[in-house]
C-alpha cells in the first residue's frame, strides 16, 4: 500500500484540502490503518460526489475505499446483496439487471460508492414511497476506530446503526453491506411528464400523485417570478412491465440501450453560467417539455441524466460550483414560496433545481423529514451567493428544515443544532464508538460535529 499526498476537492471543487491518501485492499488493512491515525485523523473517501467538504481531511489521513469493490453474494430468491463499500453503485446495479432486480434506492448519480451512499443515507425520487437507501439495508460491517469490528442492524444494535446510517463517515468505516434489491421485469420505466403552471400546481402534482408513483420529481424553473412563481415540469414514473415494451427490446427486457458517453471540454471559461445564460435555457427547457405525455425511458437516462456527460461540473468553471439542498416538513409550504421568491430575486442563477417530496426517515443525522425538499446548482462565483444561501439557512432552520450535509459547503456551525434535533444523542453513541475521536472530516471541523 503506498501513501500519496493529494489534494481532494468535492464535486463542487471548492475548497480543496491535502491529505496522505491510501488505498486498503481488504479489511484487514484497514484495521491497520486504523490502529495509527495520526494526529489529523482518519477518514474513508469513496468516489468524491459529495458536493463539499465531507470526504475531505486536511493533513490527515483518508482511505480510498474504491479498491474494496467486490459484490460477494447476489441471492435472487430472498431477494438481497452482500457487497464491499467501495463498490460504485453502477457495478452493482449492473450486476444486480440480469437477475431483475435493481436498487432499492439511487441519488441521481450512480458514480457513487455504496460507502458512500450509506454515509450520506442517500435518498432518490422514491423517498415518499421507500425511504432512503438504509432503510433497505440489513445489516453493514463496520470497522470502529477503536479496533473492533462490528455487524450491525437495526434490531440488535439500533444506536450504532443509526448513527452510522447517515453519519457521514464519522462512526468508523463501512467494510461491507447487505441490502434488499427490489423486482423489476425491465430495465426501463414508464414516465409520465407534464408541464406546470406555477408552485401550487407543482405541489399539488406531486402530492396528489404519491400512492400512485414510485418515483417522482419536479424540474422546477428558479427563475420565473409572478404568477409564474415555482412553475415546472413533473416527471413521474414507475418501472415497466414486459408487456410495455416491444421489438427488441421486448426480446431482451432486461437489457439496457447503449449511448455513447460525451465530455465535457477540460477548461471552460468562469462565468459561463450567468443568470441571463440560465434564463434562456429554463425558457427552452420549459416549452421543450411536452404539455403531457407519457414514454419509456431507459433505467439510467430516468435516474442519471447527468452521468450521460462525464465532467459536467467543470461548466461551473476554475471556481466551482455550490450544491445547495434543503428539507422543509410538511405545513410549511409558504417557506417554500418564500425560498423561490428570494431566488428569483436574487442576481446569483440557480440551475438544475429540483423539488421532490419526503416521506418518515429514520437515522440520527440523517437528511430526509416529512414534507418537501429543494435541491440546486449554484456557481460558486455568482454575486451575493453568500447572503442568499444565509438567509434560506435561516428561513429553513425556522420553518423547523434543515440543510444536507452532503452537499454543504458552508452553512454557520450555530445553526446546525436547530436542524438536526437529534445531534445530541448522534454525539453520544458517536464517541462510544471513537472515544478517541480518530474519525475526522473537513466537515466535521467546519461545523462542530464531534464537538
Ligand atoms: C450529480 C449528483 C447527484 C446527486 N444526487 C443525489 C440524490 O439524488 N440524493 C442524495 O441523497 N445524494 C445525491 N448526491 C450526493 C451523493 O449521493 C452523496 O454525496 C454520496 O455520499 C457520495 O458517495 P461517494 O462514494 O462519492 O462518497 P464521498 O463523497 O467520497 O464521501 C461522502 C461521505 O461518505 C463517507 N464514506 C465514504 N465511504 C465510506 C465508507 N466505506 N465508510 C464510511 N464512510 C464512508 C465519507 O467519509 C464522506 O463523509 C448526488 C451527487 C451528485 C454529484
Not at 405525455?293 to 461540473?313: I, K, M, Q
Request: charge should be neutral.
Amino acid at each position: 500500500m503506498s501513501t500519496e499526498e493529494r489534494l481532494l476537492s468535492g464535486w463542487g471543487r471548492t475548497a480543496a484540502t491535502r491529505a496522505r491518501v491510501r488505498t486498503p485492499a481488504g479489511a484487514a488493512d484497514v484495521a491497520a490503518l486504523l490502529r495509527h491515525p495520526g494526529e489529523r485523523g482518519v477518514l474513508a473517501r469513496g468516489l468524491g460526489r459529495s458536493y463539499g467538504d465531507a470526504a475531505q481531511n486536511a493533513g490527515g489521513l483518508v482511505l480510498d475505499m474504491t479498491a474494496m469493490s467486490r459484490i460477494k453474494a447476489i441471492d435472487r430468491a430472498t431477494p438481497s446483496v452482500t457487497a464491499e463499500a467501495g463498490v460504485s453503485l453502477k457495478d452493482l446495479a449492473n450486476a444486480l439487471l440480469p437477475f431483475g432486480l435493481f436498487l432499492p434506492v439511487t441519488p441521481g448519480t450512480q458514480h457513487v460508492t455504496l460507502g458512500g451512499a450509506i454515509a450520506a443515507d442517500v435518498h432518490g425520487k422514491n423517498h415518499h414511497v421507500d425511504g432512503s437507501l438504509c432503510a433497505h439495508v440489513t445489516s453493514l460491517v463496520l470497522q470502529s476506530p477503536a479496533g473492533e469490528r462490528l455487524t450491525l442492524d437495526r434490531a440488535t444494535t439500533p444506536d450504532e446503526f443509526f448513527a452510522t446510517a447517515g453519519g457521514m463517515g464519522l462512526t468508523g468505516i463501512v467494510l461491507e453491506a447487505t441490502l434488499t434489491p427490489i423486482r423489476i421485469e425491465t430495465a426501463y420505466i414508464a414516465e409520465q411528464v407534464a408541464r406546470a403552471p406555477d408552485l401550487d400546481a407543482t405541489m399539488e402534482g406531486l402530492a396528489s400523485t404519491d400512492a400512485s408513483h414510485r418515483y417522482s420529481v419536479a424540474w422546477i424553473d428558479c427563475l420565473a417570478r409572478g404568477n409564474r412563481l415555482g412553475r415546472s415540469v413533473l416527471m413521474q414514473g414507475d418501472h415497466a412491465p414486459v408487456e410495455m415494451l416491444s421489438g427488441p427490446a421486448r426480446a431482451k427486457p432486461l437489457e439496457l440501450p447503449q449511448r455513447l458517453p460525451l465530455a465535457a471540454p477540460p477548461w471552460l471559461p468562469s462565468g459561463l453560467v450567468r443568470r441571463e445564460t440560465v434564463a434562456v435555457f429554463n425558457e427552452v427547457y420549459f416549452r421543450r417539455a411536452p404539455v403531457r405525455a407519457e414514454r419509456l425511458t431507459p433505467l439510467d437516462r430516468f435516474f442519471y441524466p447527468l452521468d450521460s456527460v462525464a465532467g459536467w461540473n467543470r461548466v461551473y468553471g476554475r471556481r466551482g460550483l455550490v450544491q445547495y439542498q434543503l428539507a422543509l416538513p410538511l405545513g410549511s409550504e409558504h417557506a417554500m414560496r418564500e425560498v423561490l421568491e428570494r431566488l428569483a430575486a436574487s442576481p446569483a442563477p440557480a440551475t438544475l433545481a429540483v423539488l421532490k417530496r419526503f416521506g418518515p426517515q429514520e437515522g440520527l443525522l440523517s437528511f430526509p423529514l416529512p414534507g418537501w425538499t429543494l435541491a440546486m446548482d449554484l456557481p460558486a462565483d455568482a454575486p451575493q451567493l453568500s447572503e442568499l444561501l444565509d438567509g434560506l439557512d435561516e428561513l429553513t432552520a425556522e420553518a423547523g428544515g434543515r440543510v444536507y450535509l452532503a452537499k454543504d459547503s458552508r452553512l454557520r456551525p450555530e445553526l446546525l443544532e436547530a436542524m438536526y434535533p437529534e445531534l445530541p444523542r448522534w454525539r453520544e453513541v458517536r464517541a462510544r464508538l471513537d472515544p478517541a475521536g480518530a474519525m475526522r472530516s473537513d466537515l466535521a471541523r467546519r461545523l462542530g460535529l464531534q464537538k
